[in-house]
Each structure stands twice: as structure tokens, then as C-alpha cells.
């Protein structure tokens, strides 16, 4: 059984420490018996309603492939539409989660028969429609395309509470685009998309304290309140012109809510799998750490503290302390102040340093999940005190999609 307790995490890590002992930094391993159980506990969550596996998220095919042998999974959220094509040749059915203007890939879409039944892509605009058609001339089959709905909290206005998406935020601008799109043989429309990332992305103990928790709660309730609403008036909209497939919505910060919303079909979630920094402050539930990388101690400049190469890798987002990896074991090591983490090497001070021998490896927890797989070609997937396989990344087969 996993468990996050000081005791047993020590055993985690020294089961890393013992698998890959003949492995030099930067090493990236995956515990899979945690990775496991993420899965399990995301189906839990959704209660029931199947789970889209956010590709950016993970970026390691091997694993993706792990999560959808599961039940409860079906489906893959891509984040370009290069990478949905790649993913295609596994037959998999795909929505790509964003608009694209990739005119080379929409064309090699458009000559391929399989692939348009197994592709859908993400539509905001008569403008993005349009650029589409140009650079899809005429399709083997209809495009399938699903709409992205604005699902931020607008207060008064002029206040907006989540991720500037898309400029569709009513019945009436999904109507009048939905209308476009299904007067044009060249398309089908199959979906609803709409991401309430004030709650699936905000965390409820921000490492900062502001905003203060109560705040975020009292936002989240509201958020939540309000999205299910107004996305079950356009999802009635939009079904009164045509049949949907799918509804998605949610990630892994709000499978709860997301499920509850009954206009959805689908709930997207990828970053629960690797349980990476970000979700350590969420209330609702707790993912086990899964995905870690190990960088080697180069230097010992001084007592009580070590210098490891590399480790600048920082998240996406807000700058903040929270964008930063976590040294994690041993325990008691933090980043000093003048230096923080670096692109080439990073000094970390405290009472676990003058433990650590030249070659011996420190380990980190990253902020965001599928980010590190950026910097890695290779994944060591860990069982007990074994790699069981290695498995490439994206990166590693030689795809750099964003």
C-alpha cells in the first residue's frame, strides 16, 4: 500500500536511490506502484464518469498507454495537433484541447481518412474556423471539431477569475458558431469543451497565503456554481442544433464538482497521475508523489552544503516560489537564497549535506506534471527496488511538440 508518511517516503526513496544506483544525473523515475494508485484514486474521484488523459501532462508514451489499458480511461486530451497525429497511429481517439494554426499538420489531417475519424479539433472563433478550412482544402472526411467554451468566473464585469480562453461564454455565441460549423459539409461538429481552471488549477493553501484560504473557498463555490449553470444552458443550446458525443470539462483539481455538473461527459485529468508539487495544497484529495528526478552532488563548496548539476527547472505559470522543484531526499536540504536553483548547477544547504559523498544523487519533486519530461529522453519506471522498464519520453523519440 502507498502511503505519503515521513517513514515510508524515506523507503520510496531509497528504493530510488537503490534501483538506479548505477545511474549517474539527471535521472527521471517513475514509482509506479504510486502512479498506480494516482490512477485508481482519479477514478475514484470521477465516480463513474470516464477520464480524458491530458497528454501534456504525462508526455511519455509508455505510461499513457499504462493509464488507458485501465478502466475508467478513454481517450487522449492532446495539446497540439502534431502530437495528436503521432498519437493516431495507436488508434486512439483524440481531441486536440486548443485551437491550432498548424496549416502543415491540418493538411496532412485532411488527406488521411483514419485519422479524421480519430481526431477532433478545438474551435473558438469564426476566424480559427476559417484558417482551418483554408489549410484543410477539401477533406477525406468531414473535420471533426468541438467548441471551447470561456469558463471563467467574470465578477462585475471586469474582474475575471480563471485562464483567458475562449470568447465563447454564452448560449448565443455557441449557437451562432455551432450554426457556422454545421452549415459547412466539410466539418462536423461532435463536442462541447470547457475548463474551469479557477478551480482545477487554483490550489486551496496557496505556499504564499494569498489570497488567504477561506477566500479561494469562498471563490471555488461560487466558480462552481456558476459554471454548472451556465455551461448546462449551452450544452441544452447546442443539442437542440445537433448531437454531441462529448462534453469535457474539469481536471484534476475538480473531478469532484466536474462530475456532479450532469451536462458533462467526460472529465479531463492527467497531472493527479505524477501527484507533482502543485496538488500538495488541494483539500479535497491528496496524489501520491509519483514522478521524481535525481540530480548528482558535483561540489561540496563548504559544511553543510552540496551543489548538484543542473536543476533551473522551472514551472509554467506565475513566477513564485511554488514554480520551483522541491528538493525532497534527503530530508532537510532547501535552495540558498542568493543562488536559488540553477541552470547549470544548484547549491542546497542544510544538515543532509555533509551526509552526501561527490556522485551521490539528490532527489527532486517538480511543481507541474509532464514538464520535466522536457529536460529527460528517458523515464525509469520503478518497481520495488527494480527498473522494470525505460521508457522514453516524448523528447526521447525525438518529439519536441511544445
Known amino acids: 500500500m502507498v502511503t505519503t508518511s515521513h517513514h515510508l517516503s524515506a523507503q520510496q526513496h531509497e528504493r530510488l536511490d537503490r534501483a538506479t544506483a548505477a545511474l549517474d544525473g539527471p535521472v527521471g523515475a517513475v514509482d509506479l506502484e504510486a502512479f498506480d494508485a494516482n490512477a485508481d484514486d482519479l477514478v475514484r474521484r470521477a465516480a463513474g464518469t470516464p477520464i480524458r488523459v491530458a497528454s501534456k501532462s504525462v508526455r511519455c508514451r509508455a505510461l499513457i498507454d499504462r493509464v488507458l489499458a485501465r478502466e475508467g480511461y478513454e481517450g487522449i486530451l492532446a495539446f497540439t495537433l502534431g502530437e495528436a497525429l503521432w498519437l493516431a497511429e495507436s488508434h486512439y481517439d483524440i481531441v486536440v484541447g486548443y485551437p491550432t494554426v498548424d496549416r502543415v499538420a491540418l493538411a496532412a489531417l485532411s488527406k488521411d481518412e483514419e485519422k479524421l475519424a480519430r481526431v477532433t479539433l478545438m474551435i473558438d472563433s469564426a476566424e480559427g474556423l476559417s484558417l482551418v478550412k483554408a489549410a484543410i482544402g477539401t477533406p477525406a472526411a468531414p473535420v471533426r471539431v468541438a467548441i471551447d467554451l470561456d469558463a471563467a468566473l467574470v465578477i462585475a464585469h471586469r474582474i475575471w477569475l480563471g485562464a483567458r480562453r475562449s470568447p465563447v461564454r ?34 486551496d493553501r496557496p505556499l504564499s497565503g494569498n489570497p488567504p484560504a477561506p477566500v479561494i473557498r469562498r471563490m471555488k463555490k461560487a466558480s462552481i456554481a456558476e459554471i454548472a449553470e451556465r455551461r448546462g444552458r449551452i450544452v441544452a443550446a447546442v443539442r437542440s442544433l445537433t448531437d454531441l458525443e462529448f462534453v469535457n470539462g474539469g481536471g484534476t483539481g475538480s473531478i469532484e464538482s466536474t462530475h456532479a455538473d450532469l ?7 492527467g497531472s493527479g497521475l505524477y501527484g507533482p508539487t502543485l496538488f500538495d495544497r488541494y483539500d479535497g484529495f491528496t496524489p501520491h508523489p509519483a514522478a521524481y528526478f535525481g540530480l548528482s552532488v558535483v561540489r561540496r563548496p563548504a559544511p553543510g552544503i552540496v551543489t548538484v548539476a543542473g536543476g533551473g527547472w522551472i514551472a509554467s505559470g506565475p513566477p513564485g516560489l511554488d514554480r520551483v522543484p522541491s528538493p525532497t531526499y534527503p530530508f532537510g536540504l532547501s535552495y540558498v537564497g542568493t543562488e536559488g536553483a540553477g541552470e547549470v548547477q544548484t547549491p542546497l544547504r542544510g544538515h543532509a549535506a555533509d551526509e552526501l559523498a561527490i556522485g551521490d544523487k539528490v532527489w527532486f519533486r517538480h511543481a507541474k506534471a509532464g514538464e520535466v519530461c522536457e529536460r529527460l529522453d528517458v523515464l525509469q519506471l520503478i518497481e520495488g527496488d527494480s527498473i522494470i522498464t525505460v521508457a522514453p519520453t516524448y523528447r526521447g523519440e525525438g518529439q519536441t511538440f511544445l
Do not use: H, K, N, W
Open 170 to 203: 454564452t448560449p448565443e455565441d455557441a449557437v451562432a458558431l455551432a450554426r457556422i460549423i454545421a452549415e459547412d459539409p466539410d466539418f462536423q461538429l461532435v463536442g462541447l469543451m470547457a475548463y474551469e481552471g479557477q478551480v482545477a488549477g487554483t490550489v
Open 263 to 269: 451536462s458533462v461527459t467526460e472529465i479531463a485529468a
